[in-house]
């Protein structure tokens, strides 16, 4: 039976009233009711990551692209690792985390910047991010080739390494408590990264392996994510970003029947048909998303919308 016309309108668009010394959680409830758009999918996503947490059964993945680790973000990032059970991102996520793991200085920029002044000048442009090539790819490269020396020279070397355990050895060797790869390292949480050989990290490994006895096992992970979609009747995931880390979290998935808990955040269009764009609706079709799981698309950009979320999370 449809829903009758008192029930569709029984909730009111209230005001939100602004209050010296107003905490966070006082604003998301406010939030809850002031009928505002992308907002209201916010206060909806949050709802289901704190379900999702204290979901006992529900094995939960957190996916991101690499571009965000170069924003103060990737402090939001690693401390909300302990609150998932596996990571799935992109081959520059390492770049990045490593690089600024020893030092790299990334700066403030513009979006407007003039690109050709900047080259001449020895620095990259990430949006409205700046990186002095020598931040980046030499910091990336030194910090690089003395962890995996190490490695190498261990007693426990194997010669042949999948990504997650190649990446939890770089964790726990890494310093910096502020790092991605550390923290999933102390939590224990495996990092999944399908495009490891696109970037930096990537190149250096495949330096690497030309002159050492090393070998990259990319199977070994798909196979681990077979498992993990066998194994646990109830998955959840935050995915921020489409690509690769989003479509291995839907794709695996969609052999126990799809996820039970999903939250997207996004800021692309769904009307070019990329998976980006594409809302947690079109994954319901193709049987990656239960049709009664709890999820919502979260239309915005992640550097606003992240903090505000999983500081919500942080009060559970």
């Not at 998301?28 to 999702?52: C, N």
């Not at 973000?73 to 690693?78: D, H, P, S, T």
């Not at 077979?226 to 995931?237: E, L, M, P, R, W």
Request: hydrophobic letters at 40%.
């Amino acid at each position: 039976m449809g829903q009758s016309k008192e029930s569709i309108l029984k909730k009111p668009v209230k005001d939100i009233r602004l209050k010296k010394g107003m905490r966070v959680s006082d604003l998301i409830s406010a939030m809850d009711s002031i009928g505002g758009f992308s907002a209201q999918h916010m206060v909806k996503g949050i709802k289901i990551l704190k379900s999702m947490i204290r979901d006992k059964d529900s094995f939960n993945f957190l996916s991101f692209p690499a571009d965000i680790v170069s924003t103060g973000i990737r402090g939001i990032l690693a401390s909300s690792v302990k609150y998932f059970d596996a990571i799935i991102t992109t081959g520059g996520t390492l770049d990045h985390d490593l690089a600024r793991s020893i030092g790299g200085k990334y700066s403030l920029g513009s979006f407007n910047a003039d690109d050709s002044k900047l080259y001449k000048m020895g620095i990259y442009r990430l949006g409205n991010v700046f990186i002095e090539n020598r931040e980046y790819g030499q910091k990336l490269e030194d910090s690089f080739t003395a962890i995996m020396n190490d490695i190498y020279t261990s007693k426990d070397y194997k010669k042949e390494y999948s990504a997650s355990e190649l990446i939890y050895e770089f964790g726990r060797r890494v310093k910096d408590p502020g790092s991605i790869i550390r923290q999933a390292y102390l939590n224990n949480v495996p990092i999944f990264n399908p495009g490891i050989l696109d970037g930096a990290f990537g190149t250096q490994l495949s330096i690497f392996a030309q002159d050492h006895d090393f070998k990259l096992n990319l199977i070994r992970d798909e196979l681990k994510l077979s498992d993990i979609s066998f194994d646990n009747k109830v998955t959840g995931a935050l995915m921020i970003g489409g690509g690769i880390s989003k479509h291995h979290v839907i794709w695996w998935n969609q052999f126990k029947g799809g996820l039970d808990y999903a939250v997207y955040i996004t800021t692309a269009t769904q009307f070019d048909g990329s998976l980006s764009g594409a809302r947690l609706t079109e994954a319901v079709s193709w049987g990656k998303i239960k049709a009664n799981a709890d999820y919502t698309t979260i239309d915005g950009d992640a550097t606003i919308i992240l903090p505000v979320m999983m500081s919500a999370i942080d009060m559970v």
